[in-house]
């Protein structure tokens, strides 16, 4: 089976077979958690990213982003 990678010129981050997010670390993922952790911030600002299909974008799940960073809140 041939492997068909594109790279997103804006995220940097490969697309194995239209389907597998290889991302520069950590295990890779798929494209809705591509979009939940890059895309969605870069859409309105640089356009060419190839992963703003909707179709292809399953709604996000709260494991698909970064796991949130807690600040220690000074008083
Ligand atoms: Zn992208």
Do not use: H
Not at 23 to 30: C, E, I, L, N
Not at 46 to 71: A, L, M, W
């Amino acid at each position: 089976m041939s492997e068909n990678i594109e790279i997103c010129p804006v995220c940097q981050v490969k697309i194995k077979n239209d389907r597998e997010v290889i991302f520069s670390a950590g295990k890779p993922g798929d494209r809705t958690k591509l979009w939940a952790r890059v895309c969605q911030y870069v859409a309105d600002k640089r356009p060419g990213c190839i992963n703003q299909d909707s179709d292809k974008i399953s709604p996000i799940k709260p494991t698909d982003t970064y796991k949130p960073v807690t600040f220690e809140q000074k008083q």
